[in-house]
């Protein structure tokens, strides 16, 4: 079952910290892993989309790396923000089921001022 | 560009009635697709379409229907909700066929069923 997971399930920092969010998946066989931000109550922001022929993306102070062999990406978020409390989603599109994302549980950060 | 537009934000329904969630997108985006998202059960596709007249099932498509008549729209019909319907719907859309398949996301329409 293609499955993908997101550890920790909640992290709680202090403003400055730079911090890394982990997301892994069952099956090497990907299209893309998209990274989205959530805040309460609202849609679904897309922060980075990283293709399975790349390695990492880039935007501002994040980072996502992808190593399909072991299953896994990272979130990097530089120097960590009050603003970027949110719920962070990890989402892959399998090559058999090409016609969907399937979603980890995310993981609900927090950033304390 | 307005991206991916929802209607309405929020719905209360009793059981047994019928409504339609509307979307909309403005990026003549091919692929279209609904989700639901429920604690504890993450985000579940309902029914996705690739294009004008084309459209299939999700995991969860029971007690929904869909149709595609335009490019731009993409609405989906409860027939008769039910409690388990309450929930946070999202619509969202990508290009298809090109690789890309980068996902946008409307803002959420959220149900109650009573």
Known sequence: ?????????ALSVPEGENLVLNCSFTDSAIYNLQWFR??????LTSLLLIQSSQREQTS???NA?????????????????PGDSATYLCAVRF?????????GSGTRLLVRP | ???VTQTPKFQVLKTGQSMTLQCAQDMNHEYMSWYRQ??????????YSVG??????????????VSRSTTEDFPLRLLSAAPSQTSVYFCASSSWGDGNYEQYFGPGTRLTVT
């Open chain 1, 1 to 9: 079952k293609q499955e993908v997971t997101q550890i920790p399930a």
């Open chain 2, 38 to 47: 429920d604690p504890g059960m993450g985000l579940r596709l309902i029914h």
């Open chain 1, 60 to 62: 501002g102070r994040l």
């Open chain 1, 38 to 43: 959530q805040d309460p109550g609202k849609g």
């Open chain 1, 65 to 81: 790396s992808l190593d399909k062999s072991s299953g896994r990406s990272t979130l990097y978020i530089a120097a960590s923000q």
């Open chain 2, 1 to 3: 560009n307005a991206g």
């Open chain 1, 95 to 103: 090559m058999d089921s090409s016609y969907k994302l399937i979603f």
């Open chain 2, 52 to 65: 004008a007249g084309i459209t299939d099932q999700g995991e969860v498509p029971n007690g929904y229907n």
